[in-house]
């Protein structure tokens, strides 16, 4: 057989033939037997070829074969740092094989070695096509399964002595009984190369390289499998999120919002999954488009979605617009939103948005209150109707009282100290100053200040523990209580509970001045005027 390939220089090949693209004055040759590269090249194949096929066709078992056999190419490794064509291998040998009439090769199954081909299971899905006629298509049951296996691998030794290195190529193949799993027949080939001095560098740099880029295909292949391994899951967690989502679960809508998830969410509105509308509204507004929250948050008030209903409410409020303010916050109120009945309450008691009305103002605040919104915001607001008489509404400390009382349960700090005022003075009911001792505390405890202020001052004036209300007065102060800052000067003024410190005195009235507290200013005033 004739064989024309390009001539090849001395180094590393990956392939069987290396040719050399661009290189002037190339010429065809009838022999390549004088060219022979460093690795593995195409002379290496056809020996071990034909060593094999000889060795098998040799062996007492090819001898004692009656029949032909169906073989199978399994699994043929390649430990060696040559990009060896294991396919072509194997198939060059599987003919060489089949030449001898006793082998013959099956392509419907395979392993590394080889390629199945994919159309032999293909044509026989055809069987249970009705576009296909039934008499053309493969009968079921038709495929042979193979008796022996082919499989093998090809390891690289190399040994240096002086400045000669010397590489060894092993091949080793067996072949085995599928059924019983036994070994009929193995054969290990071996092929060696020496390299002289001059080329060894050059041999290292080749063999680096090699293993570099193996390194980098092996690097980005793993990176690529993470990367899809990571899209998967992403993927599988988005969906049952999505399920949630869609049966209703607003927290779900929610950490999709979270995780990016905007254009399903979009798509889930606009098929009137009203959290998801709340979702998309949330995604957008933390990303301060308002444009864009404002029109998914009406869809979800459109499709039913109440707290769609209560944030367009907000949004326009916020933009002074607020008539339409009114507008969501009529119907959030009306589908059992109590935060948008007290905000109704508000828009009635100043006039924005809608006509100024003291008893609708009323009837608003009192659903609110009902509903316990807002820490008992609207309890508070009934009560300070009910003290000062505001809006048409005559003035009743009874109700007062109660409606204080109420917000006060609700954790309402300023509904506890209004509430300690009232039993201070015994408006509504009967004096009780423990009771409004009380009750300041708890304002001090929910972290308003002029309840620390009227805590320590009972503390300090009526009880004379002046250690204990410095300690109150202090975090009303640190809460901007002008009342509780000048208390706290007091104290260092006169050396009560604290030692006596003019200085901190004037520096603490000062604040209680700043704080709008007219005692505080005139502290200060006189111990600037006396020199502090």
Not at 249 to 258: Q, R, S, T
Not at 417 to 446: H, P, Q, T, W
Request: charged share 30%.
């Amino acid at each position: 057989m004739k064989k024309w390939i390009l001539g090849i220089g001395l180094g590393l090949c990956a392939c069987v033939v290396c040719g050399l693209a661009g290189v002037k004055n190339a010429s065809y040759v009838e022999d390549s037997s004088e060219y022979v590269s460093f690795g593995i090249d195409i002379h290496d194949i056809d020996k071990v070829i034909e060593s094999n096929a000889a060795s098998l066709l040799d062996s007492q078992y090819a001898h004692t074969l009656q029949g032909k056999r169906l073989l199978a190419i399994a699994d043929i490794t390649n430990e060696t740092s040559e990009a060896i064509d294991i396919e072509l291998m194997a198939r060059k040998l599987a003919r060489a094989l089949r030449k001898s009439g006793k082998f013959t090769l099956t392509n419907a199954i395979a392993g590394s070695g080889a390629k199945a081909d994919r159309f032999i299971k293909d044509s026989r899905k055809l069987t249970k096509d009705p576009t296909y006629n039934q008499y053309t298509t493969h009968e079921q049951d038709t495929l042979q399964a193979p008796d022996l296996s082919l499989s093998g691998k090809i390891t690289q030794r190399s040994k240096k002595i002086g400045e000669v290195v010397r590489f060894d190529y092993v091949f080793l193949l067996t072949l085995s009984d599928i059924k019983t799993g036994r070994v009929v027949w193995d054969h290990e080939e071996i092929i060696s190369k020496v390299a002289d001095p001059s080329a060894l560098s050059e041999i290292e740099q080749q063999n680096k390289a090699k293993q570099r880029e193996k390194e980098l295909q092996n690097q980005a292949r793993q990176r690529e499998k993470e990367r899809q391994t990571k899209a998967r899951q992403r993927e599988q967690e988005l969906q049952a999120l999505r399920s949630k989502c869609q049966g209703g679960d607003g927290e779900m809508c929610v950490a999709l919002a979270e995780k990016g998830d905007i254009e399903w969410l979009k798509s889930a509105c606009e098929k009137q999954v009203g959290y998801a509308c709340w979702a998309a509204g949330e995604y957008y507004e933390k990303k301060n488009d308002v444009k864009q929250s404002m029109l998914w948050y009406q869809k979800g008030c459109d499709v039913g979605d109440m707290p769609s209903c209560l944030v367009s409410g907000f949004l326009y409020k916020k933009a002074k617009n607020h008539s339409q303010a009114f507008r969501f916050y009529a119907k959030a109120c009306d589908g059992g939103v109590m935060e948008a009945c007290y905000n109704l309450g508000v828009l009635y008691q100043k006039g924005l948005g809608v006509k100024q009305d003291g008893a609708k103002a009323l009837e608003f605040y009192t659903k609110a209150c009902d509903g316990g919104v807002g820490k008992g915001t609207g309890c508070l607001r009934l009560g300070e109707f009910y003290y000062f008489g505001r809006l048409g509404v005559s003035k009743d400390f009874v109700k007062a009282r109660n409606y204080y009382t109420k917000g006060c349960e609700l954790d309402n700090a300023s509904a506890c100290f209004n509430l300690a005022i009232m039993y201070e003075e015994g408006e509504g009911g009967v004096e009780n100053s423990e009771r409004a001792f009380d009750l300041y505390g708890k304002a001090c405890d929910l972290d308003y200040g002029e309840g620390c202020s009227g805590f320590g001052f009972i503390m300090f004036y009526k009880k004379q523990q002046y250690a204990e209300a410095r300690k109150f007065l202090e975090k009303g102060c640190r809460l901007d209580s002008g009342l509780a800052c000048f208390g706290l000067a007091l104290s260092y003024e006169t050396g009560s509970g604290a030692r006596q410190d003019f200085a901190k005195a004037k520096e603490l009235a000062g604040k209680a001045c700043d704080l709008g507290a007219q005692k505080g200013c005139e502290m200060y005033k006189k111990l600037k005027y006396y020199g502090y």
